[in-house]
């Protein structure tokens, strides 16, 4: 598996798809803030303005543009500057509209001729997700024209999320929730290989030699990796290697290393009934000692608390519901 989708995947993306909307001028809507998820709004038909909560100017969403709102910051969307101040809260809108989940939520004032369709949504990770490409993330990405830019397969992916979403036929719902999270995968290729290559982190990924070393150590984290192994599968020496990974990552190697490990560690604890030693081994340490020592210095609790805490975070909602 390639690095980024090795990344995602451990990470779980999942994605949300909540509607497609239809909105006619004058229309404005506020959305709330939401921690630990990354929102979307790709302009299916028509155009509207994006005011993000801590950014100076708003955005010009046009149609064909997608935007991310990656830490689920608070944002207003509207049709033109007059109708900002009197934005609603989606939830009220939600209710006015008599939007029930189910097919195209509809919207704002009597002028058809001014309509603008978003599709809008939200992708998540797993609650334990930890990693630099996530912190290193802009507060927002607005990829133009996303579709033609990322391709022929993209823009033709966008027209069967569009059509999918809010048809209320057989298999649309999950059709376009999947494509959304290819939708996200996508947007991460397209800003990596763009501004993103020279930001810093995301310009690692974008780097051949260290992308090679990152490919090694993601392929098999068991390894005893060092340094030296490491820089030797960059190409590099080790001297050079290590200043180059810190430059562009922000850490060590080794402190990547452990830092990835630790995320591996946390998903076999709360998803598996492995071992102790087993779990160790497969992140790359040859003891339960040594591992038990790292994984409390990086989650400040020992992993059989860890695992104690998050079976029970499991058991408690099904208890609830049970009542």
Not at 28 to 42: D, G, K, Q, T, Y
Not at 60 to 80: K, N, V, W
Not at 216 to 241: E, N, Q
């Amino acid at each position: 598996m390639d690095l980024l989708s090795d990344i995602l995947s451990k990470l779980r993306l999942a994605g949300t798809l909540y509607f497609r909307t239809s909105f006619t001028s004058p229309w404005s809507i506020r959305v709330p803030a939401f921690e630990n998820v990354s929102r979307f709004h790709f302009a299916h038909r028509g155009r509207c303005l994006v005011r993000i909560s801590g950014i100076d100017s708003p955005v010009q969403l046009e149609q064909g543009d997608l935007i991310l709102i990656t830490r689920g910051a608070g944002h207003t969307l509207y049709c033109d500057p007059r109708t900002e101040a009197g934005a609603i809260l989606l939830d009220q809108v939600v209710r006015e509209s008599g939007f029930t989940g189910s097919g195209i939520l509809v919207y704002g004032g009597s002028d058809a001729n001014q309509e603008t369709q978003l599709i809008c949504g939200h992708f998540a990770f797993d609650r334990n997700a930890r990693h630099p490409i996530l912190e290193a993330l802009p507060a927002f990405i607005h990829i133009r024209n996303f579709g033609e830019r990322s391709g022929a397969w993209m823009e033709n992916t966008l027209r069967v999320i569009g059509a999918e979403a809010g048809r209320q036929e057989l298999g649309s719902d999950i059709i376009a929730l999947k494509l959304s999270e290819i939708l996200f995968a996508q947007a991460l290729r397209s800003f990596l290989t763009n501004e993103g290559a020279h930001l810093p982190v995301w310009s690692a990924l974008a780097e051949p030699r260290i992308a090679r070393a990152l490919q090694a150590f993601h392929g098999d984290p068991a390894r005893a990796w060092t340094l030296d192994a490491l820089a030797h599968a960059a190409g590099m020496s080790r001297a050079a290697f290590a200043a180059e990974f810190g430059r562009r990552m922000g850490m060590t190697v080794m402190a990547y290393a452990t830092q990835w490990r630790m995320h591996i560690a946390r998903q076999l604890l709360a998803d598996t009934g492995l071992a102790m030693i087993e779990i160790a081994e497969r992140v790359g340490y040859g003891s339960e000692a040594a591992f038990s020592r790292v994984f409390k210095r990086y989650c400040t609790q020992s992993p059989a608390a860890f695992r104690r805490r998050e079976q029970q975070s499991e058991i408690s909602p099904r208890l609830e519901a049970a009542e």
